[in-house]
């Protein structure tokens, strides 16, 4: 059972529904305590009977039939249930909640874009960044950290002498340079190995990921001449 609006905020009647065909039984006009209970008294044998949280139902249904179990209609039920998890909510979770700020994440990021680049920094530039940092009044620590950088590097690479120091450096390009003609040449190589085995520039290009100007040029044994040499240089 539940009630309808006849005429808006004036009058309203009743709904009488079965509750397992969900077939109208009887529409009454009225929601008094009076005519529903009489209504409810004319069926003997309810037994279960759902409504709102009306009180007048209640009292209409504890009238006409005191043994009948009440129950609450879904849609009600549910209505009741969001109400009482909402107000237990409130009072169970703080009213204010912390968020992190948006300018500490962008702080944390650029930290992060700051020590990927340190990493790609030559020996030479870490010691400029070294004496930089100290100048800013940066602990060994801090500097150790910014630059991803072992402290005891740190420290065997300020106990040398100027002379030393400028020695280490030319002997670190050196070895990066030696290794970057090895790389380049065994490019080359491979290269010159594909178009040996019947490989056109295109096919060499597209499974090498070179463009084929540079194909070209791995190929020109002019070329490669130069370019041997502007390595070792």
């Given at each position: 059972?539940?009630d309808f609006?006849i005429?808006?905020?004036?009058?309203y009647g009743?709904?009488m529904?079965d509750?397992f065909t969900?077939?109208i039984?009887d529409?009454?006009?009225?929601?008094d305590y009076?005519t529903?209970?009489?209504w409810?008294?004319?069926?003997?044998n309810?037994?279960?009977i759902?409504?709102?949280?009306?009180?007048?139902y209640n009292n209409a249904?504890?009238?006409?039939h005191?043994e009948?179990?009440?129950?609450?209609?879904?849609?009600?039920?549910l209505?009741?249930?969001t109400?009482y998890v909402?107000e237990?909510?409130?009072k169970?979770?703080?009213p204010q909640?912390?968020?992190q700020?948006?300018?500490q994440?962008?702080?944390?990021?650029?930290t992060i874009k700051?020590?990927?680049?340190n990493?790609?920094l030559t020996l030479?530039?870490k010691?400029?960044k070294?004496?930089?940092?100290?100048?800013?009044?940066?602990c060994?620590?801090?500097?150790?950290?910014s630059?991803?950088?072992d402290i005891?590097?740190?420290?065997?690479l300020?106990a040398?002498t100027?002379e030393?120091?400028?020695?280490?450096?030319q002997?670190?390009?050196m070895?990066?340079?030696e290794?970057?003609?090895?790389?380049?040449?065994?490019r080359?190589?491979?290269v010159?190995?594909?178009k040996?085995?019947?490989?056109?520039n295109?096919?060499i290009s597209?499974r090498?990921?070179l463009d084929?100007?540079t194909?070209r040029?791995y190929?020109?044994?002019i070329g490669?001449?130069?370019?041997?040499?502007g390595?070792?240089?």
């Amino acid at each position: 059972m539940d009630d309808f609006a006849i005429k808006k905020r004036r009058s309203y009647g009743t709904i009488m529904v079965d509750i397992f065909t969900h077939q109208i039984l009887d529409m009454i006009d009225s929601r008094d305590y009076e005519t529903v209970c009489e209504w409810l008294k004319s069926y003997p044998n309810l037994r279960i009977i759902s409504r709102d949280g009306s009180v007048t139902y209640n009292n209409a249904i504890t009238g006409a039939h005191p043994e009948a179990l009440q129950i609450s209609d879904r849609f009600h039920l549910l209505k009741n249930l969001t109400s009482y998890v909402t107000e237990y909510l409130k009072k169970r979770l703080k009213p204010q909640v912390s968020i992190q700020s948006v300018s500490q994440e962008i702080k944390e990021v650029e930290t992060i874009k700051q020590a990927n680049e340190n990493r790609k920094l030559t020996l030479k530039e870490k010691y400029e960044k070294i004496k930089q940092l100290s100048l800013e009044g940066r602990c060994k620590t801090e500097i150790c950290r910014s630059l991803n950088m072992d402290i005891r590097a740190y420290d065997k690479l300020i106990a040398m002498t100027p002379e030393e120091r400028e020695k280490l450096f030319q002997t670190k390009n050196m070895i990066i340079h030696e290794e970057k003609v090895k790389q380049k040449m065994e490019r080359i190589n491979e290269v010159r190995e594909l178009k040996r085995i019947g490989l056109s520039n295109i096919e060499i290009s597209r499974r090498t990921g070179l463009d084929r100007k540079t194909v070209r040029r791995y190929l020109d044994s002019i070329g490669i001449c130069i370019l041997a040499f502007g390595l070792s240089r």
